[in-house]
């Protein structure tokens, strides 16, 4: 079965979210595995989220920016 392609609108979002965990972990100096522990979110997902080829639940969305410290509600909306 063909993967379904992602709406232009689904990639923006992927790499923003890709970019927020990413800085954000290497702001903190943690690898995947580190920020894996204070989640409990596998090094696999985190990496496939920061790669932009994850579809990642809420759950996953928010247990990533509260591990990192940062703000879900000015991720989502960013800055004003």
Do not use: F, H, Y
Not at 25 to 33: D, E, P, S
Not at 42 to 49: E, F, K, L, P
Not at 61 to 80: F, T
């Amino acid at each position: 079965m063909p993967r379904r392609r992602r709406s232009p609108g689904r990639v923006r979002i992927a790499i923003r979210l890709a970019g927020i965990v990413r800085d954000g972990r290497l702001a903190n100096g943690w690898t995947k595995t580190a920020l894996g522990e204070r989640t409990g979110i596998s090094r696999q997902m985190i990496g496939a989220v920061e790669a932009a080829r994850a579809n990642p639940s809420l759950d996953v969305i928010v247990g990533l920016l509260e591990g990192l410290g940062i703000d879900v509600d000015l991720a989502v909306k960013g800055p004003s």
